[in-house]
């Protein structure tokens, strides 16, 4: 049996003439880039994060760098964050200028541990970016509490946990701005790239909106270097119809993950843990082994069942940024975490049959 950790072969079967009917829509408008489709995808994106606004931009790590940017964060400013994510986040806050500064997690999320962050703040710190790992809220409550206080923007990596909820506010709607991810993998994924950034402040809005077409408000008319990061029409035509069965998928998710929990207890392994306060999206259903996983998933591969162990490598400890002066123990949960997470499949087409035989070869490992 061949299991992939996901199967988007089998969602999009599971609409096809939906989405076949959307990129015919396109190609009959000869439409491709912004335009009618996108400015519809972002009115429902934006009522479906429970935000006034979303600019759609040509990736997730886009949403990141724009976002910074809207905020005026730059050259010598330092932007706190967590090293254990996808590379991305931090080098969003390098690719402008900017300096991140790392700060460890809370072991049982995975997300930055707000108890740490208070520390790490100098008069050269400018923004927050927590990011929603694996499919569930870092702690926002105590993360926007520290940012009011010492007058700090806070900008929600979503890229892995779109229509999660934290105390019933959706993911990336509680800060100052949201990053959202449209990669394949994700949540809502595209057949391509594409992201978005989500917010309640019309000012900010306009500015994404400008930067992302090289500056430019009125064509021709340039009043910022900006950079082209527009989300094409093919994508947000598609992302349109999978919006509609997001919930229903993610509902998937969480009963799959319910399976793995029920099934998985008693068994020398951690499996996630869910806040009251979160409402889980199972992005990944991260395992966690020690002293590691390796011969965890050597067995389930070899039986045809993919798993993944994501972020082996802390970023602080990453040789791209050697030079920030970090060394091995500065992020202990951090570096524990890296080699000891195995994610295993979670989609919401997995059947009974499928799960348990997933199951069954975990535990006879």
């Given at each position: 049996?061949k ?10 079967k599971?609409?096809?003439?939906e989405?076949?009917?959307a ?21 429902e ?47 969003s ?12 997690i809370?072991?049982?999320t ?13 008069k ?6 927590p990011?929603h790992?694996?499919?569930?809220c ?9 940012a ?5 923007k806070?900008i ?15 993911a990336?709607?509680m800060?100052?701005?949201g990053?959202l ?14 992201g ?14 400008m ?15 900006g ?9 947000a035509?598609?992302l349109?119809v ?27 392994i ?7 306060y ?16 390796e ?6 591969n ?31 949960e ?16 997995l ?6 035989f ?5 535990s006879?490992?």
């Open positions: 049996m299991i992939p950790i996901l199967d988007l072969t089998a969602q999009y599971s609409i096809k003439d989405i076949d009917s990129v015919a829509r396109v190609v009959d408008s000869q439409y491709f880039i912004l335009g009618p489709e996108v400015e519809a995808f972002e009115s994106v934006a009522a479906y994060c429970g935000t006034k606004y979303a600019v759609g931009v040509a990736s997730g790590t886009d949403a990141l760098i724009l976002a910074l940017k809207a905020l005026g964060i730059g050259e010598g400013d330092e932007v706190i964050t967590t090293p254990f994510t996808f590379f991305a986040t931090a080098e806050i390098s690719l402008v200028g900017a300096k991140p500064v790392f700060v460890d809370n072991p049982k995975y997300c930055i541990n707000p108890g740490l962050i208070e520390n790490k703040i100098t050269k710190t400018k923004a927050i970016i990011v790992l694996f499919g569930q870092a702690d926002m409550d105590r993360i926007l509490e520290i009011k206080l010492n007058n700090l806070v929600e990596d979503t890229a892995q946990a779109m229509g999660a909820t934290y105390k019933g506010k959706q990336g709607s800060g100052d701005i990053a991810s449209f990669f394949p993998s994700k949540n809502l994924g595209g057949f391509g790239d594409g978005m950034v989500i917010t309640n402040n019309k000012e900010l809005a306009d500015k994404i909106r930067l992302r077409v090289h500056g430019s408000a009125v064509r021709y008319i340039h009043s910022a270097i950079t082209n990061s527009r989300l094409d029409a093919f994508q035509a598609i349109r999978k919006l509609k069965h997001l919930n229903k998928w993610l509902d998937g998710r969480r009963k799959v993950a319910k399976y793995y929990d029920e099934n998985l207890k008693g068994l020398p951690i499996t996630p843990f869910t806040p009251s979160n409402m889980h999206t199972y992005h990944l259903y991260v395992l966690r082994i020690k002293p590691g996983p011969k965890l998933a050597k067995s389930i070899d039986a045809g069942i993919e798993a993944r162990t994501y972020y082996p490598v802390s970023l602080h400890l990453q040789e791209a940024y050697k030079g920030l002066g970090y060394k091995k123990g500065d992020f202990k951090s570096e524990s975490a890296s080699p000891e997470t195995l994610a295993i499949p979670i989609y919401p087409e059947d009974t049959d499928e799960l348990s997933i199951v069954k070869r975990i006879s490992y």
